[in-house]
């Protein structure tokens, strides 16, 4: 496909879903999750899918809500168990959901190896844990390494600040963390930004994801909720 | 007498180096950031895309997007940069920055590293950035109470818990003392309200002690 499509409604955006697709779900925590477009997948109910996002949900939105909604087979994430995870801990301890847990960096890294044409590289995060258990390992200058496998998505779903007529886009602070990767890594990717301007309107300089890897965009309302503060 | 949780901050604090690119882990090693004085241009990083964090963001400075590790809303001090997570990742596994600071469930005499998973039926395994920062950073302080609530030493031979690193921990904070782990054993550093004599008394490592 080559420019990015711009829809009317987060619905035709995630309307691209199929039963069983791996799905690449932006966000850390709160910060980044595509809200509307989650929203739009339960709407659309798509089902048995495998989910690729750093964490497991939040409270009763987002992330939380599609698991909660039984679409998901099987998460692969970082850290799922938080103060708020209840959801995520409910269907796991009831054997409702299935668990791969894989370090933050070897998620980031797989997905871009994925965007990037990468078959599998040498990582030395985990060695002699058991997260390498079974896995291949290399001692390359004296170092071990675990051999780590591409994950790819069918569909990404992510949010972003802005987004220009073609598709490029920017983030905002904290909120761009998987973005930019999981843009790379999906046959398709969607995205949900607060603003979209004309080609031309955002500095090509400070273009964090190219249009290249963007395939559907659509803008939603800024949603407000709250965080809690320092404790 | 032992440290509190604010005087072993501070202690580790003392030891970070001006200038320094650090990562401090959720948990009691945030606090770390209360003692780093701002002329001492310590650069803080957090997992989740920003070198340059400062404090915790109070009232309207708390914005959504703008968050530590911890899922906690925080401020950008000036000359702050934020980036992807394989960028982000790439600094700690790369070996960019100069120290991170973990919490620890046990450190073993080798150094060795469990801190993600205690195995206990029921407990649903996370390890987040814990793996990557272990093997990536250049030094692993680690800061802990030395024992835990049952009284059982947490610095040990060899690790019970699932591991989190191999051999990766360069020095351990306690509220009790600090210790080197070196390729010939564990040294002592410093000791609050203890002598090395109850320390041995009480860990079944064996303690070198630096004499000066």
């Known amino acids: 496909m080559s420019k990015a499509q711009i829809f009317a409604s987060p619905d035709e955006a995630v309307s691209v879903v199929k039963d069983g697709d791996t799905v690449l779900v932006g966000g850390f925590g709160l910060a980044g999750m ?37 679409q998901v087979r099987k998460i692969l994430c970082s850290f799922p168990r938080q103060v708020d995870s209840y959801v995520f801990d409910d269907l796991y301890r009831r054997g409702k959901i299935e668990l791969e847990v894989v370090p933050q960096g070897n998620l980031a890294e797989r997905m ?31 170092r071990d390494y675990v051999l780590e496998y591409p994950i790819k998505g069918d569909v990404a779903l992510i949010s972003a600040h802005t987004a220009d007529t073609l598709g490029n886009l920017v983030y905002r602070k904290t909120a761009r963390n998987f973005g930019p990767v999981m843009a790379t ?42 965080v809690q503060g320092a404790r | ?27 009691q090693p945030t606090k770390v950031a209360d003692h780093l004085p701002a002329e001492i241009g310590v650069v ?49 596994r790369g070996g960019h920055l100069d120290v991170c600071v973990l919490g620890a469930f046990q450190v073993s005499a080798s150094g060795d590293l469990a801190n993600w998973d205690t195995g206990a039926p029921g407990s649903i395994p996370a390890v987040g950035g814990a793996m ?38 360069s020095r351990v904070y306690t509220d009790h003392a600090v210790f080197e782990i070196t390729p010939d054993g564990v040294r002592v550093l410093e000791s609050f309200g203890t002598s090395v004599e109850e320390l041995r008394a009480r860990l079944e490592v064996p303690l070198a002690v630096d004499v000066h």
């Open chain 1, 34 to 70: 595509p809200f509307d477009l989650i929203d739009a997948l339960i709407r659309h109910g798509a089902g048995d899918l495998t989910v690729v996002s750093n964490n497991a949900g939040n409270g009763d939105v987002g992330l939380a809500a599609l698991l909660k909604a039984g």
């Open chain 1, 112 to 142: 871009r190896a994925a965007g990037a044409g990468i078959g599998a590289f040498y990582c030395p995060t985990g060695v002699g844990t058991p997260l390498a258990e079974g896995k291949e390992t290399r001692t390359i200058d004296g």
């Open chain 1, 185 to 226: 890594a999906a046959t398709t990717t969607v995205v949900q930004v607060s603003s979209i301007v004309d080609a031309g309107h955002i500095d090509p300089e400070v273009v964090v994801t190219p249009s290249i890897y963007v395939d559907r965009v659509v803008q939603v309302e800024p949603r407000h909720y709250t």
């Open chain 2, 1 to 27: 007498m032992p440290l509190d949780p604010d005087q072993l901050a501070a202690r580790v604090a003392q030891d970070i180096e001006p200038g320094s690119f650090v990562n401090l882990g959720i948990g």
């Open chain 2, 44 to 92: 803080l990083h957090t997992e989740n895309g920003m070198l340059g964090m400062g404090p915790a963001a109070v009232g309207d400075e708390i914005d959504p997007d703008l968050t530590n590790a911890g899922k906690v809303p925080v401020t950008e001090l000036p000359g702050a940069a934020y980036f992807h997570h394989a960028d982000s990742f790439a600094m700690m």
């Open chain 2, 132 to 169: 990557d920062l272990a093997i990536g950073a250049k030094r692993v302080y680690v800061m802990m109470t030395l024992f835990a609530r049952d009284g059982s030493p947490k610095l040990v031979p060899t690790c019970t818990y699932p591991l989190t690193g191999v051999g990766c921990v």
